[in-house]
């Protein structure tokens, strides 16, 4: 500031305050923000127009002392190392009462102004002045504030974390309750079951329908509401008896000795110079003379130990035969498929099994081989590519001009075939098709097939394995529809269905005698007693992983057993002593049986199983660990092998296709 700019200020005399005022004053001061070193007693007289009202700020970089302190005398910037200033603290806009504060260095106090009222002289040492103090005393705030906030922030993570601590705990406790309510229900169905004064079956886990229904809805008497009551008097006899019943006794028949020599037999001369064939292919040079059937066996033993390859398929397709069964395609090429099937008269043959073919069969191939011309496959009866994931509508329309006599057809894993192929296959073989197979092929969409497959009138065998879109809208107008012929139905891994499709099967399909529900977790007894009431001739029932309960199968078996020659209950994990003795008394005729992961049967269900069931030739028991040496060396039926138990080999215990079986399951080949 320029001292030149305050010379017109005039001064006035001043007084100093009682000094019983100046605790008072400088109090008040204090205040208003004020501290100790930076209020004086010394007074300077000094007249000054008063500032503005004095308010506390922050000071800034650019604040000069014209802004905080105004215009100052030409003596405020002597050497004087303290000055004099007025400010208002009071309501006085016009500053006729300003303060003042002392610019003098006089020590003996002569130059004094008068303090008129509201006035208090206030002296400021240079000097020792830090004008950053107001703004450290901000930062002091600001670090106070940011201490709270993160004070309070860490209380509210606390608070958080004790309500989501307490939200677990809850949800842990309702999963206990939950846990021990399903522990409870189970027990309870469990008492249900074995208490003999409840003559009804217990209810599914599901809580769907029960056997218990089909008793009790007030129908007339069923074969299967006969057969559940049977076994349900027969439990509450014994129970009044106190005894076991003795037809569900079984005593061992026959001593170690007679196991070992029974599973170590001898194996037959044909079957050990098969296996020497299939060891040596390579070294054969010709296959003329040999029948088909064991052609057949050799091509499957080769198969089976990957060792088939392209010299022996050119044995096996010499002098074009009838018959070419091929167990697996993987191996085969492009090229060495044209070339050995490229020189084969198709015109002869009848059956053309090419499995796991998805390499080779492609539309070009077909017209390089197979399928030159139209109606060159004018005797093929029946056909089987399946696993043909290069197969598309129009290789399978080219097939069909060829193939004008088909019969049967399997087109399983053929992943890009859809509901236009189906259609394709009704208007070139509606009225003369009796087989199809179409399982895993994910494309064709049921319901937009379903006209085509009503447009197949001859058809009795219909595999519609693994199909997710099958329903029970679609099994009810199919089957309503041709469920008069039909003879076989696969319908494994169709998870929509439920017993409204069973029932209808049963009462639409008179003539069925074999039925795959495998894996269909919706059903329940209910199922079965609609089978057992209408579905009397099956001979081939396949039930895997289905919750159904002992007394149901018990009684199913009751009623059909005598027809039954297999048997799946694979993993139907309620199986146990009604089943087993309905089967030692009823299924005489019975030749393969599965009861593999079963683990309630014994010992002594499975060899009273056994030891009745004169015709069973193939025992599975795969997860059956509960069997011991006791059943092993002590069942009497000589002539069963079984399969699944520890160091039980396998492959030669694998199903093999019967070479005298004709190439249609249910029906003779007749030629138009």
């Known amino acids: 500031m320029d001292p030149q700019n305050q010379e017109d200020q005039q001064e006035q005399p001043s007084s100093v305050p009682p000094l019983e005022d100046v605790?008072?004053?400088?109090?008040?001061?204090?205040?208003?923000?004020?501290?100790?070193?930076?209020?004086?007693?010394?007074?300077?007289?000094?007249?000054?127009?008063?500032?503005?009202?004095?308010?506390?700020?922050?000071?800034?970089?650019?604040?000069?002392?014209?802004?905080?302190?105004?215009?100052?005398?030409?003596?405020?910037?002597?050497?004087?190392?303290?000055?004099?200033?007025?400010?208002?603290?009071?309501?006085?806009?016009?500053?006729?009462?300003?303060?003042?504060?002392s610019d003098t260095d006089n020590d003996d106090g002569d130059q004094r102004m008068e303090i008129t009222e509201n006035q208090m002289p206030l002296a400021f040492d240079i000097n020792a002045y830090d004008i950053n103090n107001e703004s450290d005393d901000d930062n002091n705030d600001d670090e106070t504030r940011r201490r709270e906030l993160i004070e309070a922030q860490r209380r509210e993570a606390e608070r958080r974390e004790l309500i989501e601590g307490q939200r677990r705990e809850a949800q842990r406790r309702e999963l206990i309750r939950r846990q021990n309510m399903r522990e409870r229900q189970y027990i309870k169905e469990t008492a249900k079951r074995y208490a003999a004064h409840i003559h009804r079956v217990p209810e599914n886990k599901d809580g769907d329908h029960n056997v218990a229904i089909v008793i009790d809805d007030g129908s007339p008497s069923t074969p299967f509401s006969e057969a559940i009551k049977a076994i349900q008097e027969r439990v509450e006899k014994n129970r009044k008896k106190g005894t076991v019943d003795e037809s569900l006794i079984w005593v061992p028949k026959r001593n170690g000795e007679d196991f070992v020599n029974r599973r170590f037999l001898v194996p037959s001369l044909e079957d050990m110079s098969l296996k020497v064939l299939a060891e040596h292919a390579d070294a054969v040079v010709s296959l003329d003379g040999v029948s088909d059937e064991l052609k057949l066996r050799l091509s499957n033993l080769l198969c089976d130990s990957r060792r088939m390859n392209g010299h022996v398929l050119e044995l096996l397709l010499r002098g074009n035969p009838k018959v070419i069964r091929l167990k697996d395609c993987s191996w085969l090429t492009e090229e060495e498929f044209t070339k050995y099937f490229g020189t084969l008269n198709p015109s002869g043959i009848e059956v053309l099994h090419l499995n796991q073919c998805g390499r080779v069969v492609a539309e070009h191939t077909l017209l390089a081989t197979v399928a030159k011309s139209p109606k060159c496959l004018s005797k093929l009866i029946s056909l089987s590519l399946t696993g043909a994931c290069r197969l598309f509508d129009n290789g399978l329309q080219l097939l069909l001009s060829s193939a004008t006599a088909l019969r049967s057809i399997n087109l399983s894993q053929c992943s890009l075939l859809t509901f236009a192929g189906l259609n394709i296959l009704a208007d070139s073989l509606g009225s003369i098709l009796k087989e199809l197979y179409l399982d895993d092929c994910i494309l064709i969409n049921a319901t937009l097939a379903l006209p085509a497959l009503k447009r197949l009138e001859q058809l009795d065998v219909l595999s519609l394995a693994g199909l997710p879109t099958v329903s029970d809208k679609f099994i009810n107008s199919f089957i309503v529809a041709r469920g008069h012929n039909i003879k076989e139905l696969v319908l494994k891994d169709c998870v929509d269905l439920t017993d409204a499709s069973i029932k209808v099967i049963a009462n639409h399909c008179p003539g069925l005698q074999a039925l795959d529900l495998m894996s269909l977790s919706k059903l329940t007894d209910l199922s079965i007693g609609y089978l057992t009431n209408s579905c009397q001739a099956l001979r081939t029932l396949k039930l895997c992983r289905n919750p159904f309960s002992d007394e149901a199968i018990g009684a199913f078996l009751a009623v059909t057993g005598k027809s039954l020659e297999e048997l799946s209950l694979n993993n139907i994990k309620k199986v146990g002593q009604h089943t087993a003795l309905s089967l030692a008394k009823e299924a005489k005729n019975l030749h393969t049986l599965d009861l593999s992961w079963c683990r309630n049967l014994t010992d002594n269900e499975f060899g009273l199983i056994v030891d009745n069931c004169f015709s069973l030739?193939?025992?599975?028991?795969?997860?059956?660990?509960?069997?011991?040496?006791?059943?092993?060396?002590?069942?009497?039926?000589?002539?069963?092998?079984?399969?699944?138990?520890?160091?039980?080999?396998?492959?030669?215990?694998?199903?093999?296709?019967?070479?005298?079986?004709?190439?249609?399951?249910?029906?003779?080949?007749?030629?138009?």
Do not use: W
């Open 23 to 101: 605790a008072a004053i400088a109090e008040q001061l204090k205040g208003h923000g004020f501290f100790d070193n930076q209020i004086s007693m010394p007074l300077s007289p000094r007249n000054e127009t008063p500032p503005e009202p004095f308010l506390k700020r922050t000071i800034q970089e650019d604040d000069t002392d014209d802004y905080y302190l105004g215009r100052l005398p030409k003596e405020a910037y002597a050497s004087s190392p303290k000055r004099t200033k007025f400010y208002n603290f009071f309501d006085d806009p016009k500053g006729e009462n300003p303060i003042i504060i």
């Open 617 to 672: 030739r193939f025992l599975k028991l795969f997860g059956c660990s509960q069997v011991t040496d006791v059943f092993l060396k002590g069942h009497s039926n000589s002539e069963l092998r079984i399969i699944g138990l520890k160091l039980c080999p396998l492959l030669q215990h694998m199903e093999r296709p019967d070479p005298h079986r004709s190439a249609l399951r249910y029906a003779p080949i007749s030629q138009k």
